[in-house]
Nanobody, 114 residues
């Protein structure tokens, strides 16, 4: 039974910060590439950040220098630290895992509004 469970979403003011976490179970976590996607109302789902099994990271241009993705293989978790948040960051954020198979979390809502 594979599970990816996101936490940390919520309401934050522009310029604020949030920390999203994803706890994985049922997979050999260290061999999976991990990522965060998001989907805003009326928009397609887009890649936000990825981290490979080896620890290499890549970001969407829209979040580069504001967001940081990291992983803790001992805890089977991946984290997205989001700073300097903007209203356009408002979306449902999804945790993603991929090796030979791929898995998705249920998503967590992030709302950036004054």
């Amino acid at each position: 039974q594979v599970q990816l469970v996101e936490s940390g979403g919520g309401l934050v003011q522009p310029g604020g910060s949030l920390r999203l976490s994803c706890a994985a179970s049922g997979i050999i976590f260290r061999v999976y590439g991990m990522g965060w996607y998001r989907q805003a109302p009326g928009q397609q789902r887009e890649l936000v950040a990825v981290i490979t099994s080896g620890g290499s990271v890549n970001y969407a241009d829209s979040v580069k220098d504001r967001f940081t993705i990291s992983r803790d293989n001992a805890k089977s978790t991946v984290t997205l630290q989001m700073n300097s948040l903007k209203p356009e960051d408002t979306a449902v954020y999804y945790c993603y895992a991929r090796a030979n198979r791929e898995y998705w979390g249920q998503g967590t809502q992030v709302t950036v509004s004054s």
